[in-house]
Nanobody, 116 residues
Framework: VQLVESGGGSVQPGGSLRLSCAVS????????MRWFRQASGKEREMVAR????????NYADFVKGRFTISRDNARNTVFLQMNSLKPEDTAVYYC??????????WGKGTQVTVSS
């Protein structure tokens, strides 16, 4: 099982980035997929989630209306489109897969820096 994030980088406030999470070793559409983030000195927090079956989505209040989680089942990839980025969005972003039995799989993360 492997999750590999990509798409992070540096952007100015108000800019956009699209993160990708390439999944291998299992079919991501069978799992709840989530994006978390962890800023320096802070706890890891969930940003968005998408269910496997129906593709229902949920977002943390601090990203609602700005971020969109989606999945491409044919490519076994999950995305996080981030718009209107703010300096407080600066963090390492992690992809997570949650199995029906409650097991977690994590990627190694990708750095997002929002700064002028």
């Amino acid at each position: 099982v492997q999750l590999v994030e990509s798409g992070g980088g540096s952007v100015q406030p108000g800019g956009s980035l699209r993160l990708s999470c390439a999944v291998s070793g299992f079919t991501s559409s069978n799992y709840v997929m989530r994006w978390f983030r962890q800023a320096s000195g802070k706890e890891r927090e969930m940003v968005a989630r998408i269910t496997g079956a129906g593709g229902s989505t949920n977002y943390a209040d601090f990203v609602k209306g700005r971020f969109t989680i989606s999945r491409d089942n044919a490519r076994n990839t999950v995305f996080l489109q981030m718009n209107s980025l703010k300096p407080e969005d600066t963090a390492v972003y992690y992809c997570n897969a949650l199995t029906p039995r409650g097991m977690d799989y994590w990627g190694k993360g990708t750095q997002v820096t929002v700064s002028s």
